[in-house]
């Protein structure tokens, strides 16, 4: 059974540089969710795709970050000239679309990526 | 807009014992589900239990239980006979039908259980 899988599991980069991560959602799912956890507090909504469509962004995605979904699989984070603010743990979630109005889904998150700026 | 409230503090407790976890929300969309997330100090996010805003009974699962009470808008998480393995952090969460499809939750519960 292959849940959702993120990489890098632990990322460390300088303030300025570029960071790229990734998440395999669960193979039938096709909602993909983005969210930011800081220390101390409940993950943050930053983005989902249904399909490859991106529906939704938070207004904490700032234009230095950007999600993709090509082909509706597997989906990309990047963050550019990353700041010490940006240091956190990103976690990525899939779910199935609900059929049904009156059930909602779980999200099933991956393990998130550690993102240290220095 | 939907709001996840989570007050209590850490909490400590006994092996065996049960603990209460409160959470209340805040929404204006008729139908909406209720989740509950164990992190342990490892990270990952964990799905423990679902309560959708018309089921008419409590949800379930194993040795978790939510006590549903949608007039006061609260969705307590029971953990009946602790184990050491429960020491985590506990999210409550919301999804709203008919609103965004942002799971929303709140700052968590601190567990630790103790021998």
């Known amino acids: 059974d292959t849940g959702v899988s993120q990489d890098p599991r632990h990322k460390i980069t300088k303030r300025g540089q570029n960071v790229t991560f990734r998440c395999d959602p669960i193979s039938e799912h096709n909602r993909l969710y983005w969210y930011r956890q800081t220390l101390g507090q409940g993950p943050e909504f930053l983005t989902y795709?249904?399909?490859?469509?991106?529906?939704?962004k938070s207004r904490l995605l700032s234009d230095r970050f950007s999600a993709e979904r090509p082909k509706g699989s597997f989906s990309t984070l990047e963050i550019q000239r990353t700041e010490q603010g940006d240091s956190a743990m990103y976690l990525c979630?899939?779910?199935?679309?609900?059929?049904?109005?009156?059930?909602?889904?779980?999200?099933?998150f991956g393990n998130g990526t550690r993102l240290t700026v220095t | 807009a939907q709001k996840i409230t989570q007050t209590q503090p850490g909490m400590f407790v006994q092996e065996k014992e049960a603990v209460t976890l409160d959470c209340t929300y805040d929404t204006s969309d008729p139908s909406y589900g209720l989740f509950w997330y164990k992190q342990p100090s490892s990270g990952e996010m964990i799905f423990l239990i679902y309560?959708?805003?018309?089921?008419?009974q409590n949800a379930t699962e194993g040795r978790y239980s939510l006590n549903f009470q949608k007039a006061r808008k609260s969705a307590n998480l029971v953990i009946s006979a602790s184990q050491l393995g429960d020491s985590a952090m506990y999210f409550c969460a919301m999804r709203e039908v008919y609103g965004n499809n942002r799971l929303a939750f709140g700052k968590g519960n601190q567990v630790v259980v103790i021998p």
């Open positions: 979630a899939s779910s199935l679309a609900e059929s049904e109005l009156w059930a909602v889904l779980p999200l099933h």
């Open positions: 795709f249904q399909n490859e469509a991106q529906l939704e």
């Open positions: 309560q959708g805003s018309y089921d008419q």
